[in-house]
C-alpha cells in the first residue's frame, strides 16, 4: 500500500447514466481505499444526495461485484446545485453543499457526469470546493476529452440494433426509421449508422433536406432495392428548423436585458417542444414521397441501459484510477480526460460550456459518404 496521509473523499454520479459508471467509482474507490488507504462515502442520487447530505460509506466490499453491473448504484438526478427544486421552492443549494463538504470533512469531490456536470462541478470550485470529474455520457460529445465512458456501449447496442432492423425492412420492402439518442451531438448515429450500414444517416451537426433523402431512397429503389434504413438522431434537423434554432440560439447570446433573454430562451423551448416526434413525422414524410411503407424504431432507454462493453470498463477502470492519482498529487479543479492510451488533466473551467460536436470533415463524414451513405446534405 503507497503510504499517503488519510484522507476522505465523497464521490457522485450525477446527470443521465451510463454503462461504465460503477466500473468508475470502483475503479476510483479501489485506487483510493486497498492504494491509497482513505476513506469514501457516495452521496446518494446526484446532486440532490449531496445538498441533501444523503450517502452510503463506501468499502471493499461494497465495491465488490459492480464492475459488470449497468445503471450507477449510487443513484443519479439531473438537478442543479444553484437552482434545485426542494419543497416546492428553487432554491441555491451551493452554501448549503459547501457546508455538507465541510460537515463530512471531505479533502476532494469526485463527480462522474457529462456537459451539464462539468458546469455544475465548476459552479462547486468556484464556491471553493476541490472537485473532480470523470467523463461520461453516451453521447461522446464532452469537450476535452477523446472519449468518455458509455459511448462504446451505446454504440454497440445501436448498431445491433440497425442490424436487426435491417432484415425485417428488406423482408417487408419498407423504410425503416431508427432514432438514435444525441439531441445535440451525433457521434452515436454516426458510428452507429455507418457500422450498421444505414443508408442514410441524420445528425444535428449536418441539417437535412427532405428532397436529398427521398431521391437516394429512390434511386435505391429504381436499383431494385424497395428498402432503406435511415438513422435519425434525436437532434437532426431539416434545413428550415435548423435555421430557425440557431437564430433563436443568437437571440439568446446577444440579448441585452435580463427580459429579453428569458423571452429568447423561451422562444427556444418552443422550438424544442415543436421538435419533439420529429422521427414520427420524417417516417410519415418519407412514406408519402417515396410510396414504401415506413416504420419507427426509437431505440430510446435501450441505449443507456445494461452491462458495460470491454472498451468502457476499461476506459472508466483506468479514469477512476488516474482520479485517484490527482487527490493523491491535491491536483483539482480538472476533469480527467482520456488521450490516446493514456489520461490527461484538463481544467474543469476549460471544458464547461462547450461541446464535442462532429466535425463536417471529420474521417467519419467521410468515411460515410465515400461508402454512398446519404447524409441528408
Ligand atoms: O445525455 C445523454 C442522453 O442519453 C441524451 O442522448 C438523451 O437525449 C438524454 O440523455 C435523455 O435523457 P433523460 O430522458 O434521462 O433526461
Not at 152 to 181: G, K, N, P, Q, Y
Not at 218 to 225: L, N, P, Q
Request: with cysteine; proline share 3%.
Amino acid at each position: 500500500m503507497t503510504v499517503s496521509a488519510t484522507k476522505r473523499v465523497g464521490i457522485l454520479t450525477a446527470g443521465g447514466d451510463a454503462p461504465g459508471l460503477n466500473a468508475a467509482i470502483r475503479g476510483f474507490g479501489k485506487s483510493a481505499i486497498s492504494e491509497f488507504g482513505w476513506e469514501l462515502i457516495g452521496f446518494r442520487d446526484g446532486i440532490r444526495g449531496l445538498a441533501e447530505n444523503r450517502f452510503i460509506t463506501l468499502d471493499s466490499d461494497s465495491l465488490a461485484g459492480i464492475l459488470t453491473v449497468g445503471g450507477t448504484i449510487l443513484g443519479t438526478s439531473r438537478d442543479k446545485p444553484h437552482k434545485m427544486e426542494l419543497d416546492g421552492e428553487i432554491r441555491d443549494m451551493v452554501p448549503t453543499i459547501v457546508d455538507n463538504v465541510e460537515k463530512n470533512q471531505l479533502d476532494g469531490l469526485i463527480m462522474l457526469g457529462g456537459g451539464g456536470t462539468a458546469k455544475n462541478a465548476l459552479r462547486l470550485a468556484d464556491a471553493g470546493i476541490n472537485v473532480i470529474t470523470l467523463p461520461k455520457t453516451i453521447d461522446n460529445d464532452i469537450w476535452g476529452t477523446d472519449s468518455s465512458f458509455g459511448f462504446a456501449t451505446a454504440l454497440e447496442i445501436a448498431t445491433e440494433a440497425i442490424d436487426r432492423l435491417h432484415s425485417t425492412a428488406h423482408s417487408h420492402h419498407r423504410i425503416i426509421v431508427a432514432e438514435v439518442m444525441g439531441h445535440k451531438a451525433g457521434w452515436l448515429a454516426l458510428g452507429a449508422g455507418i457500422a450498421g450500414g444505414a443508408d442514410v444517416i441524420l445528425i444535428p451537426e449536418i441539417p437535412y433536406s427532405m428532397e436529398s433523402i427521398t431521391d437516394m431512397i429512390k434511386e435505391r429503389m429504381k436499383s431494385g432495392r424497395n428498402f432503406s434504413v435511415v438513422a435519425v438522431a434525436e437532434g437532426a434537423m431539416e434545413l428550415d428548423e435548423a435555421a430557425a434554432f440557431q437564430a433563436a440560439q443568437t437571440l439568446v447570446k446577444d440579448a441585452k436585458t435580463p427580459e429579453t433573454k428569458a423571452q429568447a430562451k423561451r422562444h427556444v423551448a418552443s422550438l424544442e417542444a415543436g421538435h419533439r416526434e420529429n422521427t414520427l413525422r420524417l417516417a410519415h414524410k418519407l412514406e408519402e414521397a417515396t410510396g414504401l411503407e415506413s416504420r419507427v424504431s426509437i431505440l430510446g432507454y435501450m441505449q443507456r441501459g445494461g452491462t458495460p462493453c470491454a472498451v468502457d470498463r476499461l476506459l472508466a477502470t483506468r479514469l477512476g484510477a488516474a482520479a485517484a492519482d490527482l487527490v493523491a498529487a491535491g491536483k483539482y479543479g480538472y476533469m480527467v480526460a482520456a488521450r490516446g492510451e493514456g489520461v490527461e488533466p484538463v481544467r474543469i473551467s476549460d471544458v464547461a460550456g462547450k461541446l464535442k460536436l462532429v466535425p463536417t470533415d471529420h474521417s467519419w463524414v467521410a468515411a460515410a459518404r465515400e461508402v454512398g451513405t446519404a447524409l441528408g446534405d
